[in-house]
């Protein structure tokens, strides 16, 4: 099924080119009009220069003037080989349709809303049928009916016409066209940008994201630079005032003599003080005892830090280099 993105926005047409494999651009008037443009002529040559193929509208009342329109825009500057004429279905059109078709030109008769509409086109030589699901849908009609059967012509009786799934509102339509097995679908760049969108993609690429980075970052390129260092010489207040200058809920005690001593954590604190009361305030860090902190070396993987939270409970390790501490690793520095 070949794609083509339907606009006249050209913000939008770069954008939507850079993909590298659409067919071409679908744009009508109304697009034009919406944009505001001005110079219709000028901005023809200029998608013309920017698309593989264009599809733009030959506007007549009758297919004398429809014919003449097409060869007054190849005369300006498009060509056969890259431009296809829509052309609104009826008695004149598909008149003209038939002409230009005769001289090698490519047609869109479009705004198709019945199948007999459809079986003229087809009848006529037209490269493309196009009905507008969107659109009929809007008014209570089957769309989607009514593009399978304008399918089945064409496969049926051999016609050389494609059907184009075009009036695209929403994915779910492009989800239609190809279950109709439609030869081509045009489709507005607000929708082709959430064609590749769903939930769960998301959520299971986040993941290989993270689990790539778990096994490939060490723990130093993780964690915040900052080493919450202090002396054993603080109180207590004096820790927590560093705890939260340093934005952790510990502290690295370090002895005079640059030695590790342990680490402090509010964990620590609460303790204290439900067992000492208030009188831990007046309290040194040189004053308490401490265990041997969960340290890890700061050329280790994440793996190995994300296993060491797991298997500790703890929520920061001391992150060290040939056995002195440089650092903290919290919990949170994993996600981020």
Excluded at 21 to 35: I, Q
Excluded at 186 to 194: A, E, G, R, S
Excluded at 252 to 268: K, Q, Y
Excluded at 304 to 324: H, P
Aim: charged letters at 20%.
């Amino acid at each position: 099924m070949e794609l083509y993105l339907d606009s006249a926005n050209i913000t939008e047409i770069e954008e939507a080119f850079k993909l590298g494999f659409l067919t071409g651009l679908t744009t009508t008037p109304t697009f034009m009009h919406r944009d505001g443009v001005a110079d219709i002529d000028g901005l023809i040559l200029k998608l013309a220069d920017m698309v593989p193929i264009l599809q733009v509208e030959a506007l007549g009342q009758t297919a004398e003037e429809i014919i003449a329109e097409a060869y007054r825009q190849l005369d300006m500057g498009l060509t056969k080989e890259k431009s296809v004429f829509k052309i609104p279905v009826s008695l004149e059109g598909v008149k003209a349709c038939k002409v230009l078709a005769d001289d090698g030109i490519m047609v869109n008769v479009h705004l198709v809303y019945t199948l007999q509409q459809a079986y003229m086109a087809m009848e006529a030589g037209a490269t493309y049928v196009c009905p507008l699901v969107g659109r009929l849908q809007d008014q209570g009609h089957d769309a989607l009916g009514l593009v399978e059967q304008c399918v089945e012509a064409v496969n049926y009786y051999g016609y050389d016409t494609k059907i184009m799934f075009s009036s695209v509102r929403y994915p779910e339509h492009v989800r239609n066209a190809i279950n109709a097995g439609v030869h081509v679908c045009t489709v507005p760049w607000k929708v082709m940008k959430q064609l590749t969108e769903n939930n769960f993609t998301t959520v299971g690429t986040d993941q290989f994201f993270e689990h790539t980075r778990l096994m490939m970052n060490t723990v130093k390129s993780a964690m915040k630079n900052v080493n919450p260092s202090v002396s054993a010489e603080l109180t207590i207040p004096e820790a927590i005032i560093k705890m939260t200058e340093f934005g952790y809920g510990c502290v690295t005690v370090i002895n005079g003599d640059g030695s590790l001593r342990g680490v402090f954590t509010d964990g620590d604190l609460r303790r204290l003080v439900g067992t000492k009361g208030d009188s831990v305030m007046g309290m040194k860090l040189a004053d308490l005892d401490y265990g041997t902190p969960k340290s890890i070396d700061g050329g280790a993987l994440l793996n190995d830090a994300q296993e060491m939270f797991k298997n500790t409970q703890v929520d920061t390790l001391l992150v060290t280099e040939n056995g002195s501490p440089v650092g903290m690793l919290d919990i949170q520095d994993l996600a981020s």
